[in-house]
Protein backbone atom coordinates (compact mmCIF):
# COMPACT_ATOMS: atom_id res chain seq x y z
CA UNK A 1 0.00 0.00 0.00
CA UNK A 2 0.88 3.91 -0.96
CA UNK A 3 0.12 7.23 0.12
CA UNK A 4 0.89 7.97 -3.28
CA UNK A 5 -0.39 5.92 -6.50
CA UNK A 6 1.56 6.60 -9.90
CA UNK A 7 -1.11 5.81 -12.91
CA UNK A 8 0.22 5.66 -16.73
CA UNK A 9 3.09 4.17 -18.75
CA UNK A 10 5.46 1.18 -17.70
CA UNK A 11 7.76 0.51 -20.71
CA UNK A 12 10.81 -1.38 -22.11
CA UNK A 13 12.84 1.52 -22.73
CA UNK A 14 16.09 2.55 -25.07
CA UNK A 15 17.70 5.21 -24.07
CA UNK A 16 19.80 7.31 -26.82
CA UNK A 17 21.48 9.98 -24.59
CA UNK A 18 22.38 13.49 -25.60
CA UNK A 19 26.02 12.30 -24.67
CA UNK A 20 27.41 8.92 -23.70
CA UNK A 21 26.47 5.41 -24.92
CA UNK A 22 22.53 3.96 -25.22
CA UNK A 23 21.02 2.09 -22.41
CA UNK A 24 19.14 -0.77 -24.36
CA UNK A 25 16.07 -2.29 -22.99
CA UNK A 26 15.36 -1.09 -19.47
CA UNK A 27 13.00 -0.42 -17.50
CA UNK A 28 11.35 2.98 -18.22
CA UNK A 29 7.88 4.70 -18.93
CA UNK A 30 6.85 7.90 -17.19
CA UNK A 31 4.91 6.05 -14.92
CA UNK A 32 7.94 4.63 -13.96
CA UNK A 33 9.86 8.06 -14.02
CA UNK A 34 7.34 9.56 -11.87
CA UNK A 35 7.43 7.46 -8.98
CA UNK A 36 10.96 7.89 -9.30
CA UNK A 37 10.38 11.15 -8.42
CA UNK A 38 8.22 9.97 -5.34
CA UNK A 39 11.16 7.78 -4.24
CA UNK A 40 14.06 10.37 -4.41
CA UNK A 41 12.18 12.00 -1.37
CA UNK A 42 12.14 8.58 0.54
CA UNK A 43 8.49 7.72 -0.24
CA UNK A 44 6.92 4.57 -1.69
CA UNK A 45 5.44 4.88 -4.82
CA UNK A 46 2.51 2.51 -5.68
CA UNK A 47 2.09 1.31 -8.97
CA UNK A 48 -0.80 0.97 -10.52
CA UNK A 49 -0.88 -0.20 -14.31
CA UNK A 50 -1.13 -2.32 -17.62
CA UNK A 51 1.67 -4.46 -18.83
CA UNK A 52 1.19 -6.72 -22.07
CA UNK A 53 3.01 -10.17 -21.11
CA UNK A 54 6.60 -8.84 -22.71
CA UNK A 55 7.37 -6.83 -20.15
CA UNK A 56 10.06 -8.71 -17.80
CA UNK A 57 8.40 -9.98 -14.21
CA UNK A 58 11.85 -9.57 -12.76
CA UNK A 59 11.70 -6.04 -13.22
CA UNK A 60 8.64 -6.01 -10.98
CA UNK A 61 10.37 -8.11 -8.74
CA UNK A 62 12.84 -5.45 -8.22
CA UNK A 63 10.67 -2.61 -7.75
CA UNK A 64 8.79 -4.37 -4.85
CA UNK A 65 11.82 -5.42 -3.15
CA UNK A 66 12.78 -1.38 -3.40
CA UNK A 67 9.42 -1.53 -1.29
CA UNK A 68 7.28 -0.11 -3.92
CA UNK A 69 3.23 -1.62 -4.28
CA UNK A 70 3.55 -3.47 -7.78
CA UNK A 71 -0.05 -5.02 -6.56
CA UNK A 72 -1.90 -2.54 -9.12
CA UNK A 73 0.06 -3.60 -12.06
CA UNK A 74 -2.03 -6.10 -14.20
CA UNK A 75 -0.44 -8.04 -16.66
CA UNK A 76 -3.03 -8.77 -19.74
CA UNK A 77 -2.47 -11.70 -22.32
CA UNK A 78 -3.07 -9.24 -25.28
CA UNK A 79 -0.08 -7.99 -27.01
CA UNK A 80 0.96 -4.37 -27.58
CA UNK A 81 4.06 -1.76 -28.27
CA UNK A 82 5.25 -1.90 -24.82
CA UNK A 83 9.19 -0.36 -25.98
CA UNK A 84 10.16 3.54 -26.28
CA UNK A 85 13.11 4.97 -27.97
CA UNK A 86 13.53 7.77 -25.82
CA UNK A 87 16.10 9.95 -28.18
CA UNK A 88 16.83 13.70 -28.17
CA UNK A 89 14.32 14.10 -31.20
CA UNK A 90 10.84 14.58 -30.63
CA UNK A 91 9.76 11.45 -33.03
CA UNK A 92 11.65 8.77 -34.10
CA UNK A 93 10.89 7.19 -37.71
CA UNK A 94 13.77 5.53 -38.81
CA UNK A 95 15.62 3.53 -36.06
CA UNK A 96 19.17 2.66 -38.48
CA UNK A 97 20.28 6.54 -38.56
CA UNK A 98 19.45 6.90 -34.95
CA UNK A 99 21.61 3.89 -33.52
CA UNK A 100 24.19 5.19 -36.26
CA UNK A 101 25.69 8.16 -34.44
CA UNK A 102 25.87 6.13 -31.96
CA UNK A 103 28.37 3.43 -33.83
CA UNK A 104 25.64 0.65 -33.46
CA UNK A 105 23.12 -1.26 -35.77
CA UNK A 106 19.65 -1.39 -34.79
CA UNK A 107 19.22 -3.92 -31.77
CA UNK A 108 17.44 -7.30 -32.80
CA UNK A 109 14.89 -6.83 -30.43
CA UNK A 110 14.34 -3.85 -31.90
CA UNK A 111 13.54 -5.08 -35.01
CA UNK A 112 9.65 -5.14 -35.64
CA UNK A 113 9.55 -1.76 -32.90
CA UNK A 114 6.59 -0.03 -34.14
CA UNK A 115 6.71 3.70 -33.55
CA UNK A 116 3.60 5.44 -32.28
CA UNK A 117 0.94 6.43 -34.65
CA UNK A 118 0.38 9.93 -35.14
CA UNK A 119 -3.26 11.30 -34.80
CA UNK A 120 -5.97 11.66 -31.93
CA UNK A 121 -7.18 9.25 -29.34
CA UNK A 122 -10.56 8.09 -29.69
CA UNK A 123 -12.77 9.70 -27.50
CA UNK A 124 -15.31 6.83 -26.97
CA UNK A 125 -12.97 3.89 -27.34
CA UNK A 126 -10.87 1.77 -25.06
CA UNK A 127 -7.91 0.25 -26.07
CA UNK A 128 -5.90 -2.84 -24.41
CA UNK A 129 -3.92 -0.01 -21.80
CA UNK A 130 -6.66 2.10 -21.07
CA UNK A 131 -7.23 1.77 -17.79
CA UNK A 132 -10.76 0.65 -16.37
CA UNK A 133 -12.30 1.14 -12.85
CA UNK A 134 -11.68 -2.62 -12.76
CA UNK A 135 -7.89 -2.08 -12.59
CA UNK A 136 -7.44 -0.09 -9.53
CA UNK A 137 -6.67 -1.68 -6.41
CA UNK A 138 -8.30 -2.15 -2.64
CA UNK A 139 -5.25 0.03 -1.05
CA UNK A 140 -6.61 3.26 -3.07
CA UNK A 141 -9.29 3.63 -0.57
CA UNK A 142 -7.28 2.08 2.33
CA UNK A 143 -3.79 4.57 1.73
CA UNK A 144 -3.94 6.70 -0.79
CA UNK A 145 -3.86 10.16 -0.45
CA UNK A 146 -2.58 11.61 -3.69
CA UNK A 147 -2.55 10.39 -7.29
CA UNK A 148 -0.12 10.79 -10.05
CA UNK A 149 -1.63 10.05 -13.61
CA UNK A 150 1.37 10.41 -15.95
CA UNK A 151 0.49 11.11 -19.99
CA UNK A 152 -1.78 8.70 -21.20
CA UNK A 153 -4.98 8.38 -23.37
CA UNK A 154 -7.85 10.18 -23.29
CA UNK A 155 -10.16 7.96 -21.81
CA UNK A 156 -7.81 6.97 -18.83
CA UNK A 157 -7.75 10.55 -17.76
CA UNK A 158 -11.12 11.87 -18.50
CA UNK A 159 -12.98 8.81 -16.37
CA UNK A 160 -10.44 7.54 -14.03
CA UNK A 161 -9.36 10.60 -11.29
CA UNK A 162 -12.97 11.42 -10.35
CA UNK A 163 -13.12 7.49 -9.63
CA UNK A 164 -9.87 7.55 -7.41
CA UNK A 165 -10.94 10.56 -5.99
CA UNK A 166 -14.25 9.05 -4.89
CA UNK A 167 -12.32 5.65 -3.63
CA UNK A 168 -9.82 8.29 -1.12
CA UNK A 169 -7.38 10.08 -3.06
CA UNK A 170 -7.99 13.38 -2.73
CA UNK A 171 -5.25 15.02 -4.68
CA UNK A 172 -5.14 14.50 -8.24
CA UNK A 173 -1.78 15.77 -10.20
CA UNK A 174 -2.41 15.11 -14.19
CA UNK A 175 0.18 15.32 -17.12
CA UNK A 176 -1.53 16.26 -20.24
CA UNK A 177 -1.12 13.37 -23.03
CA UNK A 178 -0.71 14.62 -26.24
CA UNK A 179 -3.09 12.65 -27.94
CA UNK A 180 -5.64 14.74 -26.50
CA UNK A 181 -4.40 18.40 -26.53
CA UNK A 182 -6.12 19.41 -29.42
CA UNK A 183 -8.77 22.18 -30.19
CA UNK A 184 -10.82 18.75 -30.56
CA UNK A 185 -10.98 18.19 -27.46
CA UNK A 186 -11.69 21.62 -25.61
CA UNK A 187 -15.22 20.73 -24.91
CA UNK A 188 -14.20 18.10 -23.15
CA UNK A 189 -11.79 19.58 -21.59
CA UNK A 190 -13.57 21.53 -18.58
CA UNK A 191 -14.82 18.05 -17.24
CA UNK A 192 -11.57 16.45 -17.71
CA UNK A 193 -9.87 19.73 -15.48
CA UNK A 194 -13.02 19.39 -12.86
CA UNK A 195 -11.21 20.12 -9.38
CA UNK A 196 -7.67 18.60 -10.29
CA UNK A 197 -5.32 19.98 -8.35
CA UNK A 198 -2.42 20.52 -10.51
CA UNK A 199 -2.22 20.02 -14.37
CA UNK A 200 1.05 19.58 -15.96
CA UNK A 201 1.88 20.24 -20.06
CA UNK A 202 4.28 21.22 -21.98
CA UNK A 203 4.10 24.72 -23.83
CA UNK A 204 4.09 23.34 -27.09
CA UNK A 205 0.55 20.99 -25.93
CA UNK A 206 -0.55 24.46 -24.11
CA UNK A 207 -0.39 25.88 -27.81
CA UNK A 208 -1.48 22.74 -29.51
CA UNK A 209 -4.70 22.91 -27.49
CA UNK A 210 -5.34 26.47 -28.10
CA UNK A 211 -4.72 26.97 -31.69
CA UNK A 212 -6.40 29.77 -32.78
CA UNK A 213 -7.78 31.08 -29.90
CA UNK A 214 -4.36 32.53 -28.07
CA UNK A 215 -0.64 31.38 -27.65
CA UNK A 216 0.13 33.97 -25.08
CA UNK A 217 0.84 31.12 -21.85
CA UNK A 218 -0.36 33.44 -19.63
CA UNK A 219 -3.85 33.46 -20.96
CA UNK A 220 -3.63 29.92 -21.53
CA UNK A 221 -2.80 29.41 -17.69
CA UNK A 222 -5.76 31.75 -16.73
CA UNK A 223 -7.99 30.18 -19.01
CA UNK A 224 -7.20 26.22 -17.70
CA UNK A 225 -7.83 27.62 -14.15
CA UNK A 226 -11.29 28.84 -14.68
CA UNK A 227 -11.58 25.29 -16.26
CA UNK A 228 -10.98 23.57 -13.12
CA UNK A 229 -7.24 23.16 -12.62
CA UNK A 230 -5.91 24.47 -9.26
CA UNK A 231 -2.48 24.68 -10.32
CA UNK A 232 -1.03 24.90 -13.75
CA UNK A 233 2.43 24.11 -14.92
CA UNK A 234 3.66 24.28 -18.07
CA UNK A 235 7.12 23.09 -18.84
CA UNK A 236 9.67 24.71 -21.34
CA UNK A 237 12.94 23.52 -22.32
CA UNK A 238 14.56 25.66 -19.33
CA UNK A 239 12.38 25.03 -16.47
CA UNK A 240 9.10 25.38 -15.29
CA UNK A 241 5.90 28.20 -14.97
CA UNK A 242 4.25 27.53 -12.11
CA UNK A 243 1.09 29.15 -11.16
CA UNK A 244 -1.85 29.55 -8.29
CA UNK A 245 -4.86 31.11 -10.99
CA UNK A 246 -6.99 31.53 -8.69
CA UNK A 247 -4.78 33.22 -5.96
CA UNK A 248 -2.90 34.98 -8.77
CA UNK A 249 0.33 33.65 -7.60
CA UNK A 250 3.19 32.72 -10.68
CA UNK A 251 6.78 31.59 -10.49
CA UNK A 252 9.33 30.31 -13.00
CA UNK A 253 10.94 27.77 -11.88
CA UNK A 254 14.34 26.46 -14.03
CA UNK A 255 15.84 23.27 -14.59
CA UNK A 256 19.08 22.45 -12.10
CA UNK A 257 22.25 23.69 -14.46
CA UNK A 258 23.42 20.57 -14.94
CA UNK A 259 24.32 18.99 -18.23
CA UNK A 260 21.41 16.74 -19.40
CA UNK A 261 21.92 13.42 -20.77
CA UNK A 262 18.85 11.57 -20.58
CA UNK A 263 15.83 12.77 -23.09
CA UNK A 264 13.26 11.14 -21.29
CA UNK A 265 11.48 11.67 -18.07
CA UNK A 266 12.86 14.80 -16.72
CA UNK A 267 9.40 16.46 -15.98
CA UNK A 268 7.79 13.21 -14.92
CA UNK A 269 10.20 12.91 -11.88
CA UNK A 270 9.15 16.83 -11.61
CA UNK A 271 5.32 15.83 -11.02
CA UNK A 272 6.49 12.48 -8.66
CA UNK A 273 8.47 15.17 -6.74
CA UNK A 274 5.76 17.88 -6.74
CA UNK A 275 3.42 15.04 -5.55
CA UNK A 276 5.79 14.80 -2.52
CA UNK A 277 6.37 18.41 -1.88
CA UNK A 278 2.43 19.31 -1.65
CA UNK A 279 1.67 16.77 0.22
CA UNK A 280 4.16 17.82 3.22
CA UNK A 281 3.17 21.54 2.60
CA UNK A 282 -0.14 22.30 0.35
CA UNK A 283 1.68 25.22 -1.40
CA UNK A 284 2.77 24.98 -5.05
CA UNK A 285 5.93 26.59 -4.75
CA UNK A 286 7.72 24.31 -2.90
CA UNK A 287 6.18 21.66 -4.21
CA UNK A 288 7.79 22.61 -7.65
CA UNK A 289 10.97 23.14 -5.88
CA UNK A 290 10.46 19.20 -4.65
CA UNK A 291 9.96 18.64 -8.39
CA UNK A 292 12.70 20.57 -9.70
CA UNK A 293 15.17 18.42 -7.86
CA UNK A 294 14.42 14.91 -8.66
CA UNK A 295 13.97 16.22 -11.92
CA UNK A 296 17.57 16.91 -11.97
CA UNK A 297 19.15 13.55 -11.17
CA UNK A 298 16.88 12.02 -13.43
CA UNK A 299 18.44 14.35 -16.13
CA UNK A 300 21.75 13.85 -15.22
CA UNK A 301 21.69 9.69 -15.06
CA UNK A 302 20.54 7.29 -18.18
CA UNK A 303 17.83 5.16 -17.17
CA UNK A 304 14.94 5.45 -14.96
CA UNK A 305 16.24 3.64 -11.58
CA UNK A 306 20.13 5.09 -12.27
CA UNK A 307 19.00 8.35 -10.40
CA UNK A 308 17.55 6.86 -7.22
CA UNK A 309 19.53 6.92 -3.90
CA UNK A 310 21.15 10.45 -3.85
CA UNK A 311 22.97 11.54 -0.81
CA UNK A 312 20.15 13.12 1.18
CA UNK A 313 23.19 15.94 1.86
CA UNK A 314 23.23 16.81 -1.75
CA UNK A 315 19.52 17.08 -2.34
CA UNK A 316 19.17 19.41 0.74
CA UNK A 317 21.98 21.83 -1.27
CA UNK A 318 20.12 21.54 -4.47
CA UNK A 319 16.83 22.21 -3.05
CA UNK A 320 18.81 25.06 -1.09
CA UNK A 321 20.10 26.20 -5.03
CA UNK A 322 17.07 25.80 -6.54
CA UNK A 323 14.93 28.02 -4.25
CA UNK A 324 17.30 30.95 -4.76
CA UNK A 325 17.04 30.62 -8.36
CA UNK A 326 13.05 31.03 -8.41
CA UNK A 327 11.67 33.65 -10.58
CA UNK A 328 8.90 35.38 -8.93
CA UNK A 329 6.00 36.78 -12.31
CA UNK A 330 3.39 38.66 -11.92
Same mark, same amino acid.
Given at each position: ???? !? ?13 ? %? ?6 ? %? +? ?20 ? $? ?26 ? =????? =? ?5 ? &? ?10 ? +? ?33 ? +???AEEA ?14 ? $? ?37 AFFL ?31 ? $? ?33 AAFV ?13 ? &? ?16 ? !? ?9 ? =? ?11 ? =???
Amino acid at each position: MSTY !AVLGALQREYVLPYE %GQPMLDIP %G +GEALYAAVGVALWEQRPGLINR $IPPTFPQAWLDELAARGWDVQGVRRLSE =RWEDR =RICAPQA &RVTALAPLFARY +GLTVPLSLLDYQPPPPGLDPKRRARPWTLRMTDLP +GWLAEEARIAVFTPYDFLTHFL $IPAEVRRRGARHVLLMAGSGYMHPAFRAEMPSLLLDITAFFLTATQARALFAGWTDDLRDIVQLLGQWGAHTVV $IFEPEGAHVAAPREDRAWFVPFYPTRRRNPCGREAAFVGGFAVGYLQHYDPL &RAALYGAVAASFVQETLG !ALQALDPLPEL =RTARFEQMASLVQ =RRA
